[in-house]
């Protein structure tokens, strides 16, 4: 796999970014023309509907510092044409104590998880085309701060005349985030230099608005029979990170 890139930035749901499935990351993420099992909603969806795919997955990750990913799909062929799946992508964590300044031993506990639910609806147009859409609801939660917006995925696959299969996928295509919530909420004085004036009047902190990690993937694979039972996947993938 080669990367080049020169884009920098920070992103919302950087969790969506997390590659899914054994399959798909052993290949380097070379993944979006290949698309042919339940991880299909993550890397294009149109791929379910291509290959009539009917499973159940489940993918689980230990991360660093005690994080866990996990990855749930599931998939219905609703007739020879089309395919309904849904998923569920979740970051969790234990809980960790909380810490002030000046007062680290508080007492207090706090949870942070991210979450993102799905469904998914691919369609064969064609014996070569398909289309494919994935929408999600996104959230993500640290103690009593929140942020959550609804976006989509959209792919197509393509097996053309010359024999190699060709698949394009956008990504996380949404509004941008920001973080809510009564941990943002504070007392505050208006104006020190005023007496007599309340001193706790109730403010809100304002936090920035962040893009979701918006990619577009474009595929190409092709299949070489070695033999009578070997067959040699090539895949190529372009990615385009927001």
């Given at each position: 796999m080669v990367y080049g890139v020169n884009k920098t930035g920070t992103t919302a749901a950087k969790f969506l970014s997390i590659e899914v499935g054994s399959n798909a990351v052993g290949m380097g993420g070379a993944y979006t023309s290949?698309?042919?099992?339940a991880t299909a909603m993550y890397w294009n969806p149109a791929g379910l509907s291509f290959h009539d795919t009917k499973e159940v997955y489940f993918n689980h990750a230990n991360w660093i510092a005690d994080i866990s990913f996990d990855y749930f799909g599931i998939t219905f062929l609703m007739n020879n044409k089309s395919v309904l799946g849904f998923n569920l992508t979740s970051v969790t964590m234990d809980e960790m104590e909380v810490t002030r300044y000046g007062n680290e031993n508080t007492g207090e506990t706090f949870r942070a998880a991210d979450y993102a639910i799905g469904s998914t609806y691919a369609l064969n147009l064609t014996d070569r085309f398909s289309v494919g859409f994935n929408g999600k609801y996104i959230q993500q939660s640290i103690a009593n701060s929140h942020a959550k917006c609804f976006a989509v995925d959209f792919g197509t696959l393509f097996i053309t005349p010359f024999g190699f299969t060709l698949g394009t996928s956008i990504s996380n295509f949404g509004p941008k985030l920001r973080m809510t919530g009564d941990d943002l909420l504070i007392g505050a004085d208006v104006d020190e230099n005023i007496e007599g004036n309340n001193?706790?009047?109730?403010?809100?902190?304002?936090?920035?608005?962040?893009?979701?990690?918006?990619?577009?993937?474009?595929?190409?694979?092709?299949?070489?029979?070695?033999?009578?039972r070997n067959t040699l996947v090539l895949s190529l993938d372009a990615v385009s990170p927001n």
């Open positions: 290949i698309a042919n099992d001193e706790s009047v109730t403010g809100v902190l304002s936090t920035d608005y962040f893009d979701l990690p918006l990619v577009l993937r474009i595929g190409i694979s092709d299949e070489v029979k070695l033999g009578l």
